[in-house]
């Protein structure tokens, strides 16, 4: 299978400031891989610097095109991005919001299709708003709005989703009901790259992982062999528990 995203030496930059270090990982085309690191690791950083919210130095491939090469038309039909924090205030109605996510594949002029309305339906039901649809985006609790931004990005129909903390303010049930989603797409083709906080997510729900700390990477590969009691030593100053097979314990300092 082809190979959905591939960094080559990236290093992203605030202002004069490179924040992320010579970052080189590959990822799989229809897979989950989780981007991992204690806070201030560079993660978010990461992502915005692969989407070109941030300048970056290297290579930031999506599918065999440089990202840095694409007009904001294409990138936006390739890429969905969704931030940990929006910007967006504004009281739309729910499927107009998501429907926005849409306005790289219209013409200047064009409205929806009808696959295109099917397409916005489909993603509002994956991620149990289909009831809010009328509702105005301003009037939703901080999670209501989160799953709302999480099916405009569903709805993009980009090869590659770029997801920023997910599950923040998620309950359990629509956290695992995401996971799923996710997990559903990338048997269609579709490749998610998510900053995960929750190691146990981690180990069950994504297929590849990198960490960083002090944004550099610390380790990547397949999620499990990335994330030795090494790797969780060195970045997190944990240590694993006994029954790690199981679960990790991030409650016991290192020694």
Not at 37 to 66: E, F, H, M, W
Not at 140 to 150: H, I, P, T
């Amino acid at each position: 299978m082809a190979d959905a995203l591939t960094l080559r030496n990236l290093r992203v930059l605030r202002g004069s400031h490179v924040c992320v270090h010579d970052v080189s990982w590959t990822v799989e085309a229809g897979t989950v891989a989780a981007v991992l690191g204690p806070n201030g690791a560079g993660k978010s950083t990461l992502l915005r610097g692969i989407v070109g919210l941030l300048p970056a130095q290297g290579s930031a491939q999506v599918l065999g095109r440089d990202v840095a090469t694409m007009s904001r038309r294409e990138r936006a039909r390739r890429v969905a991005w969704l931030p940990q924090e929006s910007a967006l205030r504004t009281a739309m109605p729910v499927r107009d919001v998501v429907a926005a996510g849409l306005f790289a594949r219209r013409s200047a002029l064009g409205g929806l299709t009808e696959n295109d309305a099917g397409g916005v339906d489909e993603a509002m039901r994956a991620v149990d708003v289909a009831s809010l649809s009328t509702r105005p985006f301003t009037q939703l609790s901080g999670g209501e709005r989160r799953r709302v931004l999480l099916a405009r990005a569903l709805a993009t129909g980009a090869e590659l989703l770029l997801l920023d903390e997910p599950t923040a303010a998620l309950d359990l049930a629509h956290a695992l009901r995401f996971f799923d989603t996710i997990r559903e797409l990338t048997r269609l083709g579709r490749t998610v790259v998510c900053v995960l906080h929750d190691l146990n997510d981690a180990l069950r729900f994504s297929d590849l992982a990198i960490v960083l700390h002090h944004g550099r990477q610390v380790s990547s590969g397949r999620t499990r062999d990335a994330l030795t009691d090494d790797v969780i030593r060195s970045a997190w100053g944990v240590s694993q528990s006994p029954d790690a097979a199981a679960r990790f314990d991030l409650l016991e300092s290192a020694r």
